[in-house]
């Protein structure tokens, strides 16, 4: 046996994961532990849960390898200060005390952490680094029902590289080309959540959302800031932005082409300009990921295309590129960020370093990414028991039979059950589920649940076979990384005086007969369920569908704004308490809120700090 482990750390969504004989067996981000959104510190959680997972000691795991160089990312950082000196010279100054006394030696720093998960655990010859651009490749490569493909990955930055092309074929990889920084697509679009107000590195699925309540008026001056060529690479104008050298992501000049200063979240309402600002980058982010597409599918003559990266979770995009048909097939990795750099990384020195056979997997092999903490039946009610909940046990058919009553009734349900998902998606393991042909739904979802923008879209879960009745894509969405649109003989068009609506007035539109899950595109963030990934999940859809003739339930993650998703029962009881879910079901169990000591509510909107 051959048990590898990978670690993501210290820049943001840090992980851990494991592997044996080459097969992924469990993977989590810290986050999900410490209940601290996107965490980037040391993963000790999520290493003591991985080893724990798979029953082993540290000191039994043969090789340990981190996501990226770090002495790299340092050579990065002093030459671009070089480059851009004097200006700069205060951000320089605070980053140079902590990369000289932690992060240049991170191996030793890294030895000095493990150590403490086992005594026995007394040397750091088997650790490993990979590089930062080749773990995101690797992670969407090698776990994708691909025997060769072409892979694109794009994000912020990594050591020099924001987006690559290399070649996979069987348990080969190759990086073909990179773009390095300062020019980078990912931090351009961070750019834009910065200036919109929203935080960078979790604000970007907002600025996702907000675009279609936008007209992309602004997308000639967006491309001022970046010349973008036929092939779709491209050079950003570092004139008008901070990041290289600053401590904010854009500066004066970018205000003046704009013509306002970014939005303070905390006193400005968002406005028709936001949503027009959101379209335009959104539209100009499209129209760059098409291009490269086009280019590296005309290029390799490759069928297959595999994504990862930061900017992969940017679904729309994603299914702008499936609409094309510019390739046969995409596969996108659901822990596309820096969370699946530890997955990756061990995936690349499994088959690359130790050209170790691989079998592809005609359905993937992420397992439907459940690769998380999970619970039995006696862990449920002991947690529950502890925090003084009221509940009841049923069986497994009379527990998906209520609770697909309860949903046809539109009320709005914690779901916990399974193994955690590994990303940023729920899956249909810690979700919050609720009836889709309600209109009223996303509102009250977002403002009574979540605490969140109105705006904010609700992705549909569908059963498999029904996904090509409801929606207009034609390959399977297991992971929510596609956008498609609602079938025509769903939709309810709009009046012409609806029509007329600006940005955030037709929001509550009635416009398809799932309106809770339709965006005002007519667009949806569509899951597909298979029986065979999550059975009980799938089960409650299809009771749900034999009682209302709709195969579709509401699928958010179960947390509230600016916290992570659930992780044990104990979270999910808190986070039951602290919104107005109407139920929770967890394990065999079904909690009611009526029926729960009112002293245990909590205050959520205090809770965690709103991102």
């Known amino acids: 046996m051959n048990s590898i482990l990978g670690i993501s750390a210290f820049y943001h969504d840090s992980a851990a994961c494991i592997l044996i004989d080459g097969k992924i067996v469990a993977a989590a981000q810290e986050e999900r532990f410490t209940r601290k959104k996107h965490d980037p510190s040391y993963p000790r959680n999520a290493i003591n849960f991985v080893l724990k997972f798979a029953n082993l000691k540290l000191s039994e795991v043969d090789h340990i390898v981190f996501f990226e160089k770090p002495f790299l990312k340092f050579e990065r950082l002093l030459e671009t200060y070089v480059a851009f000196a004097p200006k700069g010279f205060i951000s320089f100054a605070k980053a140079m005390p902590i990369w000289i006394k932690e992060k240049l030696f991170q191996k030793n720093l890294l ?71 300062p020019h980078s697509l990912g931090l351009l679009y961070s750019a834009f959540t910065y200036y919109t107000g929203f935080k960078v590195n979790s604000g970007e699925y907002k600025l996702m959302g907000l675009a279609p309540y936008g007209n992309p008026i602004y997308e000639d001056k967006v491309k001022k800031l970046i010349d973008v060529k036929d092939d779709g690479t ?161 069986s497994y058919e009379n527990l998906i039979k209520k609770t697909s009553d309860y949903l046809s009734n539109e009320k709005a349900i914690g779901w916990f059950q399974g193994r955690m998902e590994f990303g940023p998606r729920a ?45 207009n ?21 709009m009046t012409e005086d609806q029509k007329k609506l600006f940005g955030i007035d037709k929001l509550n539109i009635k416009k398809s007969l799932i309106p809770a899950v339709t965006h005002v595109d007519y667009s949806a963030r569509v899951q597909t369920v298979d029986k065979h990934t999550n059975k009980f999940y799938y089960d409650l859809i299809l009771k749900f569908k034999e009682k209302t003739g709709c195969p579709v339930l509401v699928n958010t993650s179960f947390n509230v704004r600016g916290e992570p998703i659930v992780n044990s029962p104990t979270d999910a009881f808190n986070c039951f308490m602290g919104t107005e879910l109407d139920y929770l079901v967890i394990g065999n169990c079904i909690l009611d809120k009526t029926k729960q000591d009112l002293k245990l509510k909590k205050d959520y909107t205090k809770e965690f700090e709103l991102d």
């Open 473 to 493: 894509i034609d390959i399977d969405s297991p992971y929510m990384l596609l956008v498609a649109e609602v079938n025509s003989n769903k939709k309810i068009d």
């Open 234 to 394: 491209f050079r950003l104008d570092q004139k008008y932005f901070n990041y290289s050298t600053g401590l904010s992501m854009t500066n004066e000049r970018f205000n003046k082409l704009f013509g306002q200063k970014p939005r303070n979240s905390k006193n400005e309402q968002i406005t028709q300009f936001h949503m027009d600002i959101a379209a335009s980058i959104q539209k100009v982010t499209e129209e760059i990921m098409i291009r490269l597409a086009k280019s590296i599918r005309k290029e390799y003559g490759l069928k297959n295309l595999c994504l990862a990266g930061g900017v992969a979770l940017n679904c729309v995009a994603n299914g702008k590129i499936l609409k094309e048909k510019i390739f046969d097939d995409i596969w996108i990795q659901p822990a596309a960020g820096d969370a699946g750099g530890s997955l990756g990384a061990a995936l690349a020195l499994w088959y690359l370093e130790y050209n170790n056979k691989r079998k592809v997997n005609p359905k993937d092999d992420m397992k439907g990414s459940y690769l998380g903490t999970e619970f039995d039946q006696s862990q449920i009610v002991e947690e529950l028991k502890s925090v003084g909940a009221y509940f009841e046990t049923l």
């Open 427 to 471: 899956l249909g393991a810690r979700s919050i589920l609720a009836d889709p042909r309600s209109d009223k739904m996303q509102k009250n979802l977002n403002l009574k649940v979540k605490y969140r923008e109105s705006f904010r879209p609700f992705a549909p879960s569908i059963l498999k076979e029904d996904l090509q009745d409801w929606f």
């Open 111 to 181: 030895f000095n952490k493990l150590k403490k998960h086992d005594e026995n655990y007394k040397s750091d010859e088997n650790i490993f680094f990979s590089d930062h651009h080749l773990s995101h490749a690797a992670s969407a490569f090698f776990p994708s029902p691909f025997d060769e493909a072409v892979i694109l990955t794009a994000d912020g930055v990594g050591e020099w590289a924001t987006t690559t092309v290399a070649l996979g074929k069987g348990n080969s990889l190759e990086i073909k080309k990179e773009i390095h920084f």
